[in-house]
């Protein structure tokens, strides 16, 4: 696992193009990371399984198990490692439809390498929270805590179970309430980049926060949208 402090940390790529895996994992290693390989699906779940990776390089056109179901499965057992997905859809509907299914981003091929370090490094940052974060106070909101020095919120005492960019959404927006933050501020801060026009992953976080919170809690409602700019939090009694 990822040791404080430094940048290191285990990688598994998922991917059945031999050529492109073994050039990640060559270029991963020259940063100090290590890597797993998988070429199908189902050999990718045993290794995400046994061998406790920090990130997850995902393929979707994979033989025996696709990305999507990976990803679903993935997080059906609770592993809440960031995920990016490679792939050569890209249509809008594959971009939502992944991030529904639990990644955190997306990237099309052919891709540049360096752009994809710099995702790996932006993910494992956010993923392991940095001093600022560990040394902020927990944020309690009517029957909502939310702890960023475990990167755990508990909804009535029951952990909320959200992955990393989930829990990294909801700290921001109810940290900032009842500031209204736009898309653009909402994915610089979280993603750690400009946000592309047209990116919808913003929207895709926010629709599976609000399923998780309306399932714990549904008779509040958290997170409410400003129609063409953005969100706020706001804790309300539910309609």
């Known amino acids: 696992m990822i040791a404080a402090g430094d940048m290191s940390g285990r990688i598994l790529i998922v991917e059945d193009d ?7 994992c060559y270029n991963l290693k020259k940063e100090g990371f290590s890597c797993l390989q998988a070429a199908d699906g189902l050999r990718g779940l045993r290794l995400l399984r046994s061998g406790k990776p920090d990130l997850l390089i995902l393929d979707l056109m994979l033989p025996l198990l696709d990305g999507w179901q990976f990803c679903r499965q993935a997080r059906q057992e609770g592993f809440d490692l960031p995920v990016i997905v490679l792939s050569a859809r890209t249509s809008e509907f594959d971009k939502v439809e992944c991030l529904s ?3 955190d981003d997306y990237i099309t091929k052919p891709f540049g390498m360096a ?5 790996v490094k ?3 940052r956010r ?3 940095g001093v600022k974060e560990a040394r902020e106070k927990l944020i309690e909101a009517g029957p909502i805590i ?5 990167k755990e919120a508990l909804a009535q005492g029951q952990s909320l179970r959200l992955t990393p960019k989930e829990f ?3 700290s921001l927006l109810a940290r900032e309430a009842p500031r209204a933050l736009s898309r653009e501020e909402i994915y610089r801060t979280v993603w750690g980049y400009e946000m592309l026009h047209g990116d919808r992953a913003v929207d895709v976080f926010v629709r599976r926060l609000r399923k998780k919170l309306a399932q714990r809690l549904p008779a509040y409602t958290f997170l409410h949208t400003h129609h063409g700019f953005g969100y706020k939090f706001e804790v309300k009694e539910a309609a």
């Open 168 to 170: 990294a959404l909801l």
């Open 146 to 150: 939310i702890d960023p020095a475990r």
């Open 122 to 124: 932006a993910q494992l």
């Open 127 to 129: 993923a392991r929270g």
């Open 18 to 24: 031999e050529s492109i895996s073994e050039s990640i």
């Open 101 to 103: 299914a639990g990644a």
């Open 115 to 119: 752009e994809l370090i710099a995702r």
